[in-house]
């Protein structure tokens, strides 16, 4: 076995990683740690879901392996010390969610502004229907400027809408702020300011429980807050008081921790605070994007010649780009034409 997936592929990369090596699909793997450790024991790659951790242990279960890849992006669910110890390659599809994740947020911020659609969709009647607003001519804060940013940015533009934002790993004299057309401020400034808080910072253990009191006590009045990042980002107890006293009108959050609202934590149960698992790259266009891009990935890993060679004739660019092509219509950048370029590579 040269592959050992858990984490499964698209059927076109599957089928263009299957004509050049020995290919196993195992996804039950992933709940069952024992197993895991006995088929491993062959692969010189392996693609794993986000919950499966890489430890020391697990490595010295597999003496042949040469790279572990992930469909998603975390910090924190690989040894990545032991990988380079042990020379082994750590690889994460970290553009392909970039789009689907900056549309997940534009998505949530216009379901927290027009809530009463929800309603209405319920059956509800319009006098029973919550007064909506608009987007446009509001002010959103990017609080964090990842790569998520950089596509968010433009959209809410395009929308009409103000964009302040603040990162503490960006000066806010970096020529990326204008680029971006976003007006850096202070993080009590964004907060003040703000009609709505976009999150999308870029998780480091020091930066746990960052979002505070002493932070959240800055935000407007009836704030919208909807975030990808990690729920570590917030001191719990600072949110569920900030969710009750109205400073935070709503807040949706993307794969928080499970344990993040569960019982026992002070924001059980709050009504106004809205969890998804992981929506934001859940999508057709991400999965294809890192399904190719891990492809590609794992064939330079085990035949680095023949992929230099393979280079040369066949430009899969368009596969780990995370943008659109030149016409500027995301539809013309489909699946078919995806399966077409992989089609002419492996002839």
């Not at 970096?174 to 680029?179: C, P, V, Y």
């Not at 401020?185 to 703000?194: A, D, M, Q, T």
């Not at 023949?306 to 030149?326: H, I, M, V």
Request: charge should be negative; glycine fraction near 6%.
């Amino acid at each position: 076995m040269d592959v050992l997936l858990v984490d499964p592929l698209v059927p076109e990369a599957l089928a263009w990683l299957q004509d050049r090596y020995q290919v196993v699909y195992q996804p039950e793997l992933a709940d069952d740690p024992a197993q895991l450790r006995q088929a491993i024991a062959e692969a010189k790659a392996i693609v794993l879901p986000p919950h499966v951790i890489v430890s020391q242990d697990l490595l010295e279960q597999a003496p042949k392996l040469m790279m572990v890849a992930r469909m998603q992006i975390s910090s924190d669910n690989t040894d990545l010390e032991a990988c380079s110890r042990r020379g082994v390659r750590v690889l994460q599809a970290r553009s392909a969610t970039v789009r689907s994740n900056a549309e997940y947020l534009l998505y949530g911020l216009l379901m927290l502004y027009r809530r009463g659609m929800v309603s209405a969709l319920l059956g509800r009647k319009l006098g029973q229907v919550r007064m909506g607003r608009e987007l446009a001519g509001s002010t959103v804060g990017l609080l964090g400027l990842a790569p998520v940013a950089h596509t968010l940015a433009p959209m809410l533009r395009s929308l009409g809408v103000r964009v302040l934002g603040y990162d503490p790993a960006v000066h806010h004299a970096a020529e990326l702020w204008d680029k971006l057309g976003v007006e850096p401020v202070p993080i009590n400034e964004l907060l003040e300011r703000s009609d709505a808080i976009t999150l999308q910072m870029v998780y480091a253990s020091r930066f746990k429980g960052w979002i505070n009191e002493r932070v959240l006590n800055h935000c407007k009045h009836g704030q919208l807050w909807v975030g990808v990042s990690r729920s570590a980002l917030f001191d719990q107890e600072a949110l569920a008081l900030a969710l009750c006293d109205g400073r935070i009108d709503a807040c949706l959050l993307d794969g928080a921790n499970p344990q993040f609202a569960a019982v026992g934590s002070p924001l059980h149960g709050i009504p106004n605070l809205h969890l998804t698992p992981r929506l934001g790259s859940h999508t057709r266009e991400a999965k294809l994007r890192a399904s190719w891009y891990l492809a590609r990935r794992i064939h330079e890993t085990l035949s680095p010649d023949e992929a230099r060679r393979d280079a040369a004739n066949s430009d899969f660019s368009a596969l780990d780009s995370t943008g659109f092509p030149e016409s500027g219509d995301p539809q013309a950048a489909t699946p078919s034409q995806w399966a077409a370029l992989a089609s002419l590579d492996r002839d």
